[in-house]
C-alpha cells in the first residue's frame, strides 16, 4: 500500500527505495574500529563479490559515484600518459571534464546524444595512440543509451594489455548484465540510488589487482580516494576514514534481497520494464531517443514528438502519487525519461504508463 503523503520516484535516481530498506538505516549504531563492523564489511564484501561477478575486491565509499570517477582518474592514469574518453551524454562528458580537472590528459571520442560507442570506434581510436585508461560509460542516464561493454573491453585487451578498462556503471549495475571479470573490466563503479535500489551517500566499485599496480606508479593519487591506502584498511575488513555505516546496513538487507532474485532473473524483470516501456511508446505516437540495439534496460529517454509541456505532465502525475523527469541537459522537455529500474514491479509501471494515457487525453 503506497503512501498517499509521498510521490513515489520515477526519476532516474534518487529511485523508489523499499520501506523496510530505509528502516535498515535506523540499527543502532555501532563504531567504524570495532568489531561488528568488520563483521558487517566482511558480509558486504562477499555479497558486493557475487553482484559484480568479481573475486577482486570492492571498494566501499562514502561518496556518490562522482567521487569514484576522480579516484580512477587519479589512480590510474600516470603523468605523461593519456586516458581515452568515450563521449555521447551529459554524464560520460562530466566525467571526461574530471580526468581533465585531475590534470590528466585526455582524447575523447564523441558520438551524438542518443547513439552509442562501438568497438570498431574504439579499435579506430587504440590505432592511433596509446592510453593508459580507456573510460567508458556503461548505461548513459541522461540519453537512455547503453554501450556494449562487453565488446568494447574486448578490444582494448587485443590492442594493448597494459591499458586499463574503467567503467561507470551507476545507473547499468544490477539492471543491466555486468560481467566484471569475464568481461576483463579492471574497475567498475557505481552508486546506490540507482539500480542498485538505496538512498544515495554510498558507492562501490570492483577493482581489479592491476589496478592497484597501476596506483602505484601514480605519485598524486589525492588523499580520500587514494585506492592503496583503501586496499590496506580493506585488507582488515575497515576503510580509512568513517563509512557511512547506516547505509552499509541498508545494502547489507538491499543484498540478501538482490541475490535471493538472482542476477539473471533482476536483469530480465529490467528487460520487461523496457519492453513494456517501449511498447507503450510505440503505441501512443512517441519516440525513443537512443539508438536502436543500444536502448538501456534501466530508463528509456522517450522523444516528447508530441511536444507537450514536459512541465504539465509531471504537474499531473503528481496528482496521481508520481514524481516524473523532466529529461536532463540539452534535451529536457525535447525528451522526458521514465525509470523502470531497482525494485519497481511490472504492476507498478503499468499504474504509470495508464496514467500518462490520461494525461495524454488532455493534450
Known amino acids: 500500500m503506497r503512501n498517499p503523503k509521498h510521490k513515489y520516484l520515477v526519476i532516474p535516481g534518487p529511485v523508489e527505495v523499499r520501506p523496510e530498506i530505509l528502516d535498515a538505516q535506523a540499527e543502532w549504531m555501532i563504531g567504524h574500529r570495532s568489531t561488528a563492523f568488520a563483521d558487517l564489511y566482511a558480509r558486504l564484501q562477499g555479497k558486493l563479490k557475487q553482484a559484480f561477478l568479481t573475486d577482486s575486491r570492492v571498494i566501499v565509499m562514502g561518496s556518490s559515484g562522482t567521487g569514484l570517477w576522480e579516484g580512477a582518474s587519479r589512480n590510474c592514469i600516470r603523468d605523461g600518459k593519456k586516458a581515452l574518453h568515450l563521449v555521447g551524454g551529459a554524464f560520460s562528458e562530466r566525467w571526461a571534464d574530471v580526468s581533465e580537472m585531475n590534470g ?42 547503453t554501450n556494449p561493454i562487453k565488446d568494447i573491453a574486448a578490444v582494448v585487451r587485443q590492442n594493448n594489455d597494459d591499458t586499463l578498462v574503467l567503467v561507470d556503471s551507476v545507473s547499468g549495475f544490477l539492471g543491466a548484465e555486468l560481467r566484471v571479470d569475464e568481461w576483463g573490466i579492471d574497475f567498475a563503479l557505481t552508486s546506490s ?22 596506483a602505484a606508479q601514480v605519485k598524486n593519487r589525492g588523499y580520500y580516494f587514494d585506492f592503496l591506502e583503501i586496499e590496506k584498511s580493506g585488507l582488515k575488513n575497515n576503510t580509512p576514514s568513517t563509512p557511512p555505516i ?86 529536457k522537455g525535447k525528451t522526458f525519461r521514465i525509470a523502470h529500474m531497482a525494485d519497481m514491479q511490472p504492476s507498478i509501471l503499468e499504474d504509470i504508463l495508464s496514467g500518462l494515457d490520461e494525461f495524454l487525453e488532455t493534450v
Not at 540510488?193 to 597501476?214: H, M, N, T, W, Y
Request: charged content about 25%.
Open 246 to 331: 547506516a547505509l552499509m546496513y541498508a545494502a547489507d538487507m538491499q543484498l540478501d534481497a538482490i541475490l535471493s532474485e538472482g542476477l539473471d532473473n533482476r536483469w530480465a524483470r529490467h528487460t520487461q520494464l523496457r519492453d513494456m516501456t517501449h511498447t507503450w511508446t510505440h503505441s501512443r505516437g512517441l519516440g525513443l531517443f537512443a539508438q536502436e540495439g543500444y536502448r538501456s534496460p534501466t530508463v528509456t529517454a522517450v522523444a516528447n514528438t508530441k511536444n507537450f509541456s514536459v512541465d504539465d505532465m509531471a504537474k499531473f502525475m503528481g496528482g496521481k502519487g508520481y514524481s516524473m523527469d523532466k529529461g536532463y541537459g540539452k534535451i
Open 193 to 214: 540510488q540507482k539500480a542498485f535500489g538505496l538512498p544515495p551517500g554510498i558507492a562501490f566499485a570492483a577493482c581489479s589487482d592491476r589496478v592497484l599496480e597501476r
Open 104 to 145: 590528466k590528459e585526455v582524447d575523447r571520442v564523441t558520438v551524438e546524444w542518443g547513439q552509442a560507442h562501438t568497438p570498431e570506434m574504439v579499435a579506430e581510436a587504440l590505432q592511433k595512440a596509446s592510453y593508459d585508461a580507456v573510460c567508458v560509460v556503461h548505461n548513459e542516464t541522461s540519453t537512455g543509451v
